[in-house]
């Protein structure tokens, strides 16, 4: 049996992550986890938290072994200076990103099959003068990938976004039909072929409130939305919408679909952590290799308490297994 490797970082030193991962290192799981970061940072954390925490220096060369409790494989991305849990740096910004690429790295020459995510913090990441985005548009642009699409899932509820991380102003010129295609095409395809969904059941919001309400209150669902839907009907795809997003969750309507397209990043998201916040995992579709990561963010104000929660990492690890072994 071939024993599969997964990449973890760290994600802002000054979060939760480091913990985090120290919390999941406890756990058995049938691969080999490759942290990669700063070690003493990740000792730092673990001895916080009265964890035990063995690192290993990572060899490519060596064959993968299935992870040990209290143990893991290191490959060291030192940060520029000691990072103190709560406290934004913008000095080790340029290593936070470097561990990211160095875990990229490793998925685009085949030696992990996977990449789990702790959150990063965009905000000092730009202050330091690094134009960062987000996980989702870093894996696209060093992977190659020409429509990735940020999907968050918590149990059956999956929901996808057309749209990540822009100014609400920015959104409705975003959403054109070029756009809406390769997405749906994206989304379509990896239910299928991630999930084993044999004909996907995708609904699609409209942009605007009640959907447009017959163009009178936005005309994206009646020029756009609705006749790239059609075209895309014609070529066998199960789509439904556009739909109104105030009833589009409600458990009826839920039912008869497997994923949920929303416009913009705050149409979909708040209901589905409302469903499941600490247990939702966030999956890149539309890469050569799984990508998960968590439903929160850095959690500035837990950071380095003992408080933190694991549990959504836990479900990203898992996921990211259950997808590579699929």
Do not use: W
């Amino acid at each position: 049996m071939t024993i599969p490797r997964i990449a973890i970082t760290l994600g802002e030193p000054a979060g939760v992550g480091p913990e985090l991962v120290a919390r999941v290192a406890q756990h058995a799981l049938a691969a080999e986890l490759v942290a990669v970061g700063d070690g003493a940072l990740l000792a730092a954390r673990a001895a916080a938290l009265g964890l035990p925490l063995q690192l290993r220096p990572f060899d490519a060369r060596a064959p993968a072994a299935v992870h040990q409790p209290g143990a893991l494989t290191l490959l060291e991305v030192p940060l520029a200076v000691e990072a103190v849990a709560g406290r934004l740096d913008p000095r080790n910004a340029a290593a936070t990103v470097a561990a990211l690429d160095a875990a990229i790295d490793l998925a685009r020459g085949g030696v992990v099959a996977a990449i789990v995510t702790p959150p990063l913090h965009k905000g000092v990441i730009n202050d330091a003068g690094i134009k960062f985005s987000g996980h989702t548009e870093r894996l696209a642009e060093k992977l190659g990938a020409a429509q990735p699409v940020m999907m968050l899932m918590a149990g059956r509820l999956r929901v996808a976004l057309l749209t990540t991380h822009l100014p609400l102003r920015a959104v409705p010129d975003a959403v054109t039909a070029a756009k809406l295609s390769a997405v749906l095409g994206v989304l379509h395809r990896e239910l299928s072929a991630r999930f084993g969904i044999d004909r996907p059941r995708i609904a699609v919001l409209g942009l605007n409130p009640h959907a447009g309400e017959g163009g009178h209150l936005g005309r994206e669902e009646l020029e756009i939305i609705a006749p790239t839907l059609a075209t895309l009907r014609a070529q066998g795809m199960d789509l439904r919408g556009p739909l109104p997003a105030d009833t589009a969750f409600t458990p009826t309507a839920l039912a008869d679909c497997d994923a949920v397209l929303a416009m913009y990043h705050d149409q979909g998201l708040p209901v589905l952590k409302h469903a499941g916040f600490g247990r939702a995992v966030n999956l890149t579709l539309g890469l050569p290799i799984v990508r998960t990561s968590v439903d929160h963010g850095t959690a500035l104000d837990l950071a380095g308490s003992g408080r933190a929660d694991a549990s959504s990492l836990e479900e990203a690890l898992a996921t990211a297994l259950a997808l590579v072994t699929r």
